[in-house]
């Protein structure tokens, strides 16, 4: 049994639907999430930048004594999905839980992938789900126009401008006949209903922050390192930028008040670790 913390990163809100996840699946262990929210979004970035800012993101982690690492950040995932054989604590991404759910819900063998344009380039989600069955087709769609809106609250089921951004990006999927759709951004669940309402009824979602949490859970549970604790657990935020624009929409993600429960972190500082 441990009861040190599990940490989570992202690069801004997005990651907070794998925490919401995280609190319902393992109530009795305490999180300590950072979102990089002064250099949001990552999925615009170049894979040195991606890499660095995620070795920034995970010294920051450490330094507060987590027992295990998750980068609930798709383009983290995609584009250095080797970046946590460094630590000598158990990581996960996102996209390995996520795909191992698709490939098994799927019944055509028509899956479509949603994500930054930085996680599409990377054609990692593409592999993944080859790797495990070669006869999947799978078709991919960035959607960088999401990331933003979300993060600026157009996250409403009815807010159109939302809605027509959705339908522009997921028409082809749907006339590709897709049965099943990754969201492989942790921002995307936040406005499933309006990505639901577009793609209809007969396509189910994979949440890869849901997907992520129960991941998570079962690998603490092998290594014995589940909180014994009794008690209902904490959550500690951090940001990069205002505390203030992350408190009032993370309170909507997470349906709770989280204003005094946020810390602005200068994560420059953690710039020079043992990553470099």
Do not use: W
Not at 123 to 141: M, N
């Amino acid at each position: 049994m441990d009861n040190r913390p599990i940490g989570v990163f992202d690069s801004g809100l997005g990651g907070l639907t794998a925490v919401k996840e995280l609190l319902r699946i393992m109530p009795n262990e305490n999180f300590v999430y950072f979102g990089d929210t002064g250099r949001v979004p990552y999925g615009s970035r170049s894979r040195e930048t991606i890499i660095k800012y995620a070795k920034q993101d995970m010294a920051f982690l450490q330094s507060n004594n987590v027992k295990m690492i998750i980068a609930a950040c798709g383009t983290v995932s995609s584009v250095a999905s080797g970046i946590g054989d460094e630590l000598s604590l158990p990581y996960t991404g996102v996209l390995k839980p996520t795909a191992r759910t698709a490939a098994s819900v799927t019944k055509n063998k028509k899956v479509g992938v949603i994500a930054t344009t930085a996680t599409i380039r990377s054609g990692s989600y593409r592999r993944e789900l080859q790797a495990i069955d070669p006869q999947i087709e799978v078709f991919e769609k960035d959607c960088p126009l999401f990331v933003p809106l979300v993060e600026n609250g157009f996250i409403d089921d009815n807010e159109e401008i939302t809605r027509l951004v959705a339908q522009r990006y997921l028409t082809p999927l749907k006339e590709a006949g897709i049965d099943t759709l990754i969201l492989g951004c942790t921002h995307y669940p936040i406005i499933r209903n309006i990505i639901s309402g577009v793609l209809g009824s007969g396509v189910t979602l994979i949440d890869s922050g849901r997907e992520t949490a129960l991941f998570c859970a079962e690998t603490l549970k092998k290594k014995d390192l589940l909180s014994d604790r009794t008690e209902e657990g904490d959550c500690s935020f951090f940001v990069s930028d205002r505390v203030e624009g992350f408190s009032q929409i993370a309170g909507i993600f997470l349906g709770r008040n989280i204003k005094n429960e946020v810390s602005h972190v200068d994560i420059d500082l953690y710039e020079k670790t043992k990553y470099d």
